[in-house]
């Protein structure tokens, strides 16, 4: 039977690359039933199999269990899964229009790390700003052992870094609407299927927004998703963990505070505070640990 790779799904009918092109599938009768009541059963980056169906489709008889997942809370609480197997998330910002937003990133990272992925920072649109005002909000991150990218689709800077940082695996472009993912697509593979895949010819001047994720096979080997605008992303009580993870320079220091619980906003004695004030902790990142644990 072969194995295919999920590049879209359209109602009930999912795209699967056997490694020849994408062919149209339905979900065999039993899986068919158990879509319509969990609405990620089967997503972009699934690994699925493949039996002929009629004419030139297929029938999906399996779904693999999946190594990672990009998920973000749905419907009634539970999780809508945006794409599955996945190596890493490329959060994508932009350095204005739409203006860069820090604690979306810290968000994304934490994301990342709960759905066992790995993650790195696009910062595009670098022609429209300075690029020491550009260094100056990504070093926090850069400090903490978070590969940065500085890209311009417009200009090409940066885009040979980015495309050697996504060969040969699997990465999903995350980020709002409008910060330019599916124009990095566009500009490092032009003229290539994953450039005209699901980004179509410019009608007039802007291209039309991507309306679900899709995923595109590499020239370069490996694959990337590129989807819509995810703009907010809730968290969850279990992510304590997770939150502290993408804050090593406040974990390493919890262990001086005075109180072992210390949730490092308002008790004496805190030793996360009192580097805030020496200026040892950047304070905007600061806020956004303070936040991410206050908003879950
Ligand atoms: N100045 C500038 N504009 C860009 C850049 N990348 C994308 N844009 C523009 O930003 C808008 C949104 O781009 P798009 O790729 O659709 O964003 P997406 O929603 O993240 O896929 C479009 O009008 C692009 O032309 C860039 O590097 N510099
Ligand atoms: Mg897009
Ligand atoms: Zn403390």
Not at 17 to 33: A, F, H, N, S, T
Not at 38 to 65: H, M, N, W
Not at 170 to 181: D, F, I, N, P, T
Not at 247 to 276: G, M, N, W, Y
């Amino acid at each position: 039977m072969p194995r295919g790779m999920v590049t879209r799904t359209e109602g009930l009918t999912v795209w699967v690359d056997c490694g020849g092109g994408e062919i149209p599938c339905v979900l065999r009768g039993r899986l068919k039933k158990r879509q319509l009541h969990a609405t990620s059963l089967v997503v972009v980056g699934d690994l699925v199999e493949v039996e002929a169906g009629p004419g030139q489709t297929g029938v999906v008889a399996a779904i693999a269990p999946r190594r990672s997942e990009l998920s973000r809370p749905g419907f009634r609480g539970l999780p809508h899964v945006i794409a599955a197997n996945l190596d890493q998330v490329v959060v994508v910002q932009s350095a204005r229009q739409p203006a860069y937003r820090g604690r979306l990133v810290d968000r994304f990272l934490v994301t990342a790390a709960r759905g066992k992925m790995g993650a790195l920072v696009v910062v595009n649109k670098c022609d429209l700003e300075a690029e020491a005002v550009i260094r100056s909000w990504v070093r926090p991150l850069e400090d903490n052992r978070v590969r940065v990218i500085l890209t311009s689709a417009l200009d090409g800077r940066g885009l040979d870094e980015l495309r050697q940082a996504i060969a040969g695996r699997v990465s999903v472009l995350a980020g709002q609407s409008g910060v330019g993912k599916s124009s990095l697509l566009n500009a490092m593979y032009p003229g290539s299927a994953a450039a005209t895949g699901g980004v179509s010819a410019a009608s007039g001047k802007g291209r039309h927004t991507t309306s679900s994720s899709r995923l595109h096979a590499l020239p370069d080997g490996g694959y990337l998703v590129d989807t819509p605008g995810i703009r907010t992303l809730a968290l969850e009580d279990e992510d304590d963990g997770l939150i502290a993870g993408v804050f090593p320079e406040i974990q390493e220091l919890a262990a001086d505070c005075k109180f072992r619980d210390c949730t490092h906003s308002h008790e004496p004695r805190c030793a996360v505070k009192q580097a805030v004030e020496r200026g040892d902790i950047d304070p905007s990142r600061y806020e956004s640990y303070l936040r991410m644990l206050k908003n879950r």
